[in-house]
């Protein structure tokens, strides 16, 4: 029921902001009409996810959401970090790459946080997902650097600390 509720306010939200029913101030279009359809729209989805039996704490990963504010930053600055790595590559004259092929087991128990995390791979310059079965992911890496941080699994931990799993230490995510 708490899911059904989330889901519903969130796609309202939704709504209301890509339907133009507000857009700036002084030109809300709040009619009666406008606002019984878009409630209408979002519990006939709602509907339509409960009988295709798809509304589960992964549909709506309320869990994980704020724990994004602190993961969110972190990869901006992986991502901003390899981008300059790529880039000296690119701008060297020897250009020293070695492409590899690795398998890294993910830490992450929900098939959410594992995509997550292989999209998150996949985000960072000089590395990319290539395949996520049972929690190894295959990933192709452009530098012996990249897989080594990789392997070192600083993204992989962060990850798993989104869906509230233990750290190395033993200290439960934010």
Known sequence: MRLGFSLVSV????????????????????????????VASCFFVLVLSMRMKIVDIEALPLHISWRLLFYVPWLLKEIFMA??????????????????????????????????????????????????????ITVHSITHDATEALIQGDMDLRTALLEGKKDKKGKKGK
Request: charged fraction near 10%; charge should be negative; aromatic fraction near 8%.
């Open 11 to 38: 796609l309202f939200g939704m709504w209301m902001l890509w339907s133009g029913a507000y857009s700036w101030p002084g030109t809300e279009h709040f009619h009666a009409l406008i606002l019984s359809l878009g």
């Open 83 to 136: 981008n300059i790595n790529v880039a000296r590559l690119i701008l060297s004259p020897k250009m020293p790459i070695s492409p590899n092929i690795i398998k890294v087991e993910a830490l992450q128990e929900t098939e959410l946080a594992q995509m997550i995390y292989a999209n998150s791979i996949t985000l960072t310059p000089g590395t990319v997902s290539v395949d996520l079965v049972d929690g190894m």
